[in-house]
């Protein structure tokens, strides 16, 4: 199922070619026509053509979030009209058993149901977001344990007008057609001013709820960046021509053992402490590192440390962390924090055991390329220009702009440089040329008055 993506919405978008094509793919899934076997041989069958909305399983849980995906479509009022009509339409019934239409199993479409009435939604559990939808009731409290009260007021919403024309939260305009965490943990009240025709409200683009893709570009996957073909070494290479992998403390023969793609294998160090390499030409960024231990799961290590650095003296911590191996070929990660991730053209591993010797089957640098838009970049463009052609003044602005890059260590923040580039950028296109005597028609050519006209 195409949308069974709830952590990237905006990455599904992009692939399918946009906020418009997402909406088409949903408009095209809820009001298909199929042909569905009631006796079929499970009783998910007959209860998805129960719910009557195309090929929509209302009554499965892994497609109850899909009503809401309207919301990064850019069409929430598509969700609104859905919502309400499934809340109207599935949990009705006066007998014993009837209510819910299809698995309840854990609670969920109890959960589902008290989420949707209230007027918000969990898409991507995990996520600290909330879609909303269309509440069912003109006001409902909820009690927070920190001792606040969240109100959901809608005073006219019916049948008839399920649509929102605009939502006001403690008083103050609320143009998201999501809510935080954060919003509901802080209580107080918000309204909801509903209509019978759909409105524009929570249809622009910044108004959409976040996922792992930025909103407007394409999914990036993260992936192993190491290959068994690898070129491997006994001192790391800080100026490589292809990704490299080299150790000081494991020979590079042994090394392969670390990237063969089977724990089957392994690789030894004779000491408690040791350092793997990743280096390449090019910038990554870095999310994941896997260890697994060999066939003696006493001999892996208890502590491992991930660092980052783009020249290979000033290192900045990504991640460090205990591990504790229960048996052989045991999995263990090293997950880089969302504060600590950047981009680097290198990665150390560095690994410290209890014992004498250690033993590891297999290393994964699990991460992404990055696109060249850092200081590094930035400098390097500089540097392929002269500042013969540029007046003195503006020249001086893209010095003190580059010296500044120049200065930033491994430690300093994603968002440090993204200024520091964007500051040089800015220099750049600030360059002012100089004058060029003879050029008449100021496109920095001598103009002649000879025979052959401009040079």
Known sequence: MVFDLPADINGLAGLLGGREALAAQLDAFIGADPTLNPDGTIHEMKEAGDVRMGLHGQSNEPSIHIP????????????????WELIGRIYVGGGIG??????EDGGTMSAWYVFSALGFYPVSVGDPIYAIGSPRFTKATIHLENGKN?????????????????????GKEYTRNYLTHEDLLEGGTITFEMGAQP????????AAPASITPAGEMPQAAKDLTQPAMSTATRPNYSPQEDQLASRDIPAGDLRALIDNTSATSAAVSGSQASIYFISPSMHKMSIVTVTSGSRPENAPNHAALYGSNDGKSWGLLGERDMAFTWAQYTCPLTVAKEKSASYTTYRLDFAGAGSAMQLAEIEFIGKPDSPTGPSWIALCWLMTTSSLYTAESWAALETAVEAAK???????????DKAAQDMEDAIEQLEPRPIPGDMNNDGYVTHSGRYGGM
């Open 150 to 170: 969240l109100v959901i007021s809608a005073p006219n919403n019916s049948r008839e007008k399920v649509y929102i024309q605009s939502v006001k939260r403690n």
């Open 407 to 417: 200065k930033l260590s491994a430690q300093v923040s994603q968002e440090q440089m």
């Open 199 to 206: 409105s524009a409200w929570g249809g622009g683009a910044a």
């Open 68 to 83: 809401y995906l309207y919301n990064y479509a850019g069409q929430p009022w598509k969700t609104q009209a859905l919502v």
């Open 98 to 103: 009837q209510g819910y239409l299809g698995d």
